[in-house]
């Protein structure tokens, strides 16, 4: 349901990220460690679930959003740590809890939990990996990162119930449609990003700037997530848009081939297009200007992110971050 | 799975409810207000049904306990009301999630919300409430809200863990049964007392007297809920020790009455019970001393509980903790 990061950009990718981040690698390290070391922070009761759910997550994005926008702040790297923790751990509960609601068998290429432990255990293991992540929150100094933490879990998971009931909604406008990408996905990119500014002590200003920038960053990042089976060869995009109708989910492509249709044509329309064949529907998204325009949406995106640090060339974590708009940008064109 | 709070009690124990509770009306409708303003802080994507949860809620037992701690302070009524919000938010929101496990379509006589909405929407709108708790925690002046609340959530999904693992588990002993019984249902208790008395400006020597109060009161509370169906006539008895057998649910009765035998004799005996009527069980419950040492210790936890609060005759808040702690004394004799 959020987005899936398994391995999705290709090797040359996957290279570009990991020059991108190679600074961080001490960093991600002391994460890992931190992780390993806080699952023995939970219960007995809880305590091998939690692992197992800590040892099959991601690329760390959040992380390496916290730790670059706390760049340069090398005293602070406990706390730019914790904060890595804290996102991360919110993350991979709501990973935790997707997984039951799809009913999904593997993530990350590993059983997931849900799978492993059934329902009943992992509902109950993200809710304690949502809260545990709280009580980090509640070590720093001042109740601020607790605010933010919280409030972002809130809005992911009203970004979640916004995209379940906007399947199959033929009246879905574009501003819906972002404000689920924004909520599920750019929430917590944006959360990162203003924690690790506050935990490096960057002030407000950058703080907001950082937030600014994780937004955009996270709803490009949502839309190349949606549209990456909608690129490259013909047969794989027809399947692709012939599942998506079939099932009621909207991609932004699927959005503009109706967004100029009066709404009483709309349902018509989607009806039509579910009953092509897949070469049909991919000669369809090719002949037109959607894919362009899908482009342009996710080019506006990543050219806001980056703008958004423009006023403050003299934060160290600004270049890299830049850098990481640029690798994002990159994956919708490779 | 947690306590059902649903008018068990009967007439005359609600009536002595209503008078221990009658001086705390103004602060209960304000919480019943604040609640309401504060669906409003929900995205409107989970807003209805969140709406929806606050209304189908109980006796507000954990709110009580906040407003009692923190008697006497009338200055500080806006965070009491503030605190118990809080508590019974993350109440409910446990509640909306082990309505999901348990498949239930029905509390306090109306549609759950899994019910109404569906499980999917159900687990994240659970989730929502958790973080939108920890959201006003965030606005009390330290990190000792959050910090409080964040370890009770993560302890009380523990204890429902511990819990689904201890069905069916004929080595369980009194240990884990009270482990299990504290994590789900004391430890929020606790949180409550503690939190009053912190919101109240009590200083740490109370907050802690009342953590202690709340912890034995919640735990007598929970044994009195897992024994209620245990009391009174004979065929009630029998059926419900046969339904907890069937099930593989662990009582304290059940508990107590295995707990000498060797372990390998346990699953025999077990099997043994299982094979009764409901006439020749609760025969065997009521000759023993098995409901003799059950409520001994059910009265152990009440007067522990009013032990708690001995060194503090000064705190305006321990004679209604006193007569609160009378009152659920009581359920267990009626």
Redo the contacts between chains.
């Keep these: 349901m959020t987005t899936d990061e398994a391995g999705r950009t290709g090797n040359a990718g996957k290279a570009g990220l990991a020059a991108l981040t190679q600074p961080l690698a001490p960093l991600l390290s002391q994460l890992d460690a931190f992780l390993e070391e806080e699952s023995a922070a939970?219960?007995?009761?809880?305590r091998e679930?939690v692992r197992y759910a800590f040892a099959h997550s991601g690329k760390r994005l959040r992380p390496i959003l916290v730790f670059y926008s706390g760049w340069g702040a090398p005293e602070k790297a406990a706390d730019l740590v914790k904060a890595a923790a804290i996102v991360e751990m919110v993350h991979l509960a709501?990973l935790v809890?997707d997984d039951?609601?799809d009913d999904a068998s593997l993530r990350h290429g590993a059983p997931t939990l849900v799978e492993k432990y059934g329902?009943?255990?992992s509902?109950?293991?993200?809710?304690?990996m949502?809260?545990?992540?709280?009580?980090l929150?509640?070590?720093?100094?001042?109740?601020?990162v607790?605010?933010v933490?919280?409030?972002a879990?809130?809005?992911v998971?009203?970004?979640?119930?916004?995209q379940?009931?906007a399947r199959g909604d033929d009246h879905l406008s574009r501003e819906k449609y972002f404000r689920v990408i924004e909520?599920k996905t750019a929430e917590l990119f944006r959360a990162s990003c203003r924690l690790g500014a506050y935990a490096a002590g960057y002030g407000e200003a950058f703080a907001g700037a950082a937030d600014a920038y994780g937004m955009h960053l996270g709803t490009a990042y949502q839309l190349y997530d949606d549209v990456a089976d909608l690129v490259g060869d013909e047969k794989k995009i027809g399947k692709t848009l012939g599942t998506d109708l079939a099932s009621g989910k909207f991609t932004l492509p699927l959005l503009l081939l109706i967004e100029n249709l009066p709404e009483e044509a709309r349902r018509g329309e989607l009806a039509r297009l579910a009953g092509m064949g897949p070469a049909e529907l991919a000669g369809i998204l090719q002949e037109g200007t959607v894919m362009e325009r899908v482009h342009g949406a996710f080019r506006a995106q990543i050219d806001a992110a980056r703008s958004a640090l423009v006023p403050f060339p003299e934060i160290p974590g600004a270049a890299p971050l830049c850098g990481l708009a640029d690798y994002v940008g990159g994956l919708l064109e490779g």
Excluded: K, N
Excluded at 123 to 128: E, I, R, S, Y
Excluded at 130 to 135: E, G, R
């Design positions: 939970f219960e007995p009761e809880v679930m709501t809890h039951i609601l329902a009943h255990a509902v109950l293991v993200g809710d304690a949502f809260s545990q992540a709280l009580c929150a509640s070590e720093f100094g001042t109740t601020e607790c605010r933490v919280a409030r879990t809130r809005r998971c009203a970004g979640e119930i916004g379940t009931f909520l």
